[in-house]
């Protein structure tokens, strides 16, 4: 067999490159939604990206036979360093069904983590909890929804086979649309009579600006004490915000305030992956045609954020907001939406969700790796099934040229 060479590559230079690789990976799956490349060149871009401020990045490209057979990043949140020192993330992995090469792409990546002094390696996440992460293990047989990831069906049993171990899950849960339950709304009701000091209201796009400052500050208070939490800078949640800011319905994006002070919010997305699809990634020559005429044809919905400040958990506030949200969706011709991604370990939330007559339909997980002595030690090729560790080489060369966009 051929050997695999894994070579580091440059931010911006050989985002393109990295990105396309891709494309081969899933061909013949039915339900990849390709990236759009000029958004993707924008988040791997130091200088358009504030991410990067916050994070040193290595990403790396595998080949066999010159051609590009698969990637991954490796990446040190200096922020999350505070939370757990020594936790380093691998993200964007991806790769052919071939464990030499997923092999060698995990072991460069987390050799460079160890080169940071990291001693765990964990993902995959692209790049944080704040953007898309997880690998699908259940739930192949449909497309993802808008911001959450999708991989091969095969991926599982090989994060098994080169050593990676479950670190936790994550659920997405779908629900159907139709009449709100009943419970839901009598809640949501008592709650509100009971409590003339709460008000309710949809975010004012007009005001965008000033509305990112409240979601912002519920987002950092709400989610701090979250597992696997990253803070985001304003700067980086405003490059975020402003990717979406033209898909967003105001009907379906809401505030709770306590005596005038941001308590909650909720912002549920019309699935524009369904529109994004037909794209294949590019704008031109059709994309932009397919972006325009394609929202009326979205029949799903996505719960993208929907937390509450901790002073406030005590207080039944996602009632109000699950209610006025299913009020609003029900008027849309869509079939259901995805609640997600919800930790295992939340039964909170997803009691709630649960109340409202969702069921988990896709599983997301995370895997860890420790980089100690004896964790990081060269796993023996029998132990790993059909990899072959002598055939697998980090190149520290130029990449073949770029091919044009």
């Known amino acids: 067999m051929s050997r695999v060479e894994i070579r580091p590559i440059e931010l911006p230079r050989d985002a393109v490159r ?16 390709p990236p759009l490349i000029f958004e993707r060149k924008a988040f791997f871009d130091p200088k358009k990206n504030p991410y990067h401020k916050y994070a040193d990045i290595q990403c790396f490209i ?80 449909t497309d993802p929804c808008i911001a959450n990831p999708h991989n091969r069906d095969y991926y599982p049993e090989v994060y098994d086979a080169i050593g990676m171990a479950k670190n936790t899950d994550w659920y997405a849960y779908w629900i159907d649309n139709g009449e709100a339950p009943p419970r839901i709304t009598a809640i949501a009701d008592r709650f509100m009579s009971r409590h003339p000091n709460v008000t309710v209201r949809k975010a004012e796009m007009r005001r965008y600006a000033q509305e990112l400052e409240i979601t912002h500050e519920i987002y950092e208070d709400a989610w701090s004490e979250n597992w696997g939490h990253t803070h985001m800078s304003r700067e980086e949640f405003e490059f975020v915000a402003n990717g979406v800011k033209q898909i967003i319905d105001p009907n379906l994006f809401w505030f709770a305030f306590v005596d005038d002070e941001p308590a909650a919010m909720a912002l549920t997305l019309p699935d524009y992956n369904q529109v994004v699809k037909k794209m294949n990634g590019r704008l031109l020559p059709f994309g932009w045609w397919h ?25 039944p506030l996602g009632a109000p907001l699950y209610a006025k949200t299913w009020e609003e969706a029900s008027q849309l011709p869509i079939r259901g939406g995805e609640a997600s991604l919800v930790l295992e370990s939340n039964h909170r939330m997803r009691g709630a969700l649960e109340k409202l007559g969702g069921r988990i339909y896709k599983t997301y997980r995370i895997y860890s790796r420790g980089l100690g002595d004896e964790a990081t030690a060269e796993i023996p090729g029998d132990e790993i099934e059909d990899a072959d560790t002598e055939s697998v080489e980090v190149v520290p060369r130029e990449l073949p040229e770029t091919p044009p966009t």
């Open 18 to 33: 990295f990105v396309k690789t891709w494309w081969p990976i899933y061909e013949g799956d039915p339900h990849w939604v």
């Open 62 to 141: 595998a080949f066999r036979d010159g051609r590009p057979v698969g990637t991954i990043s490796a990446h040190v949140d200096r922020p999350y360093q505070e939370m757990e020192p020594g936790v380093g993330f691998f993200g964007f992995f991806e790769f052919i069904d071939d464990h030499d090469v997923a092999f060698g792409l995990m072991e460069a990546a987390c050799d460079w983590l160890r080169a940071q002094g990291m001693t765990e390696a964990r993902g995959p996440f692209n790049f944080n909890t704040n953007q898309e992460f997880g690998c699908l293990v259940d739930g192949f047989d």
């Open 291 to 315: 972006f325009l005429t394609g929202r009326k044809r979205i029949d799903q919905l996505r719960v993208w954020i929907l937390g509450v400040k901790l002073k406030f958990q005590h207080l």
